[in-house]
Nanobody, 124 residues
Framework: QVQLVESGGGLVQAGGSLRLSCAAS????????MSWFRQAPRKEREFVAA???????YYDESVKGRFDISRDIVKNTVYLQMNTLKPEDTAVYYC??????????????????WGQGTQVTVSS
């Protein structure tokens, strides 16, 4: 059982940066794929970025080159560095831990554990 708690969200102007953190407890995150999803109002939850259990990095095209996912095994924490933020990045961002084939990285149904979410609002 993994508990995930996100932090670091907030209000930022377009072009600014934020770093989200996801602190895990209950289990070591090393064997899990770790991901970030987001959900904007009236939209479905969508994949943002993933770091696989064997070190692969995956990003949605909409954030590639602007966002950076990383994990700190010692702190049992995952990060999402978000740069050059755009108004369309506004959403609740969720941390996720899961196992299984990496080809399911875009599928919220593959996720075993979710955080409670943190709001990111980008003003124009």
């Amino acid at each position: 059982q993994v508990q995930l708690v996100e932090s670091g969200g907030g209000l930022v102007q377009a072009g600014g940066s934020l770093r989200l953190s996801c602190a895990a407890s209950g289990d070591n995150i090393e064997p899990y794929h770790m991901s970030w999803f987001r959900q904007a109002p009236r939209k479905e939850r969508e994949f943002v970025a993933a770091h696989s259990s064997i070190g692969g990095y995956y990003y949605d095209e909409s954030v590639k080159g602007r966002f950076d996912i990383s994990r700190d095994i010692v702190k049992n924490t995952v990060y999402l560095q978000m740069n050059t933020l755009k108004p369309e990045d506004t959403a609740v961002y969720y941390c996720a831990a899961w196992t299984g084939p990496i080809r399911r990285l875009r599928d919220p149904g593959a996720v075993g554990y979710w955080g409670q979410g943190t709001q990111v609002t980008v003003s124009s």
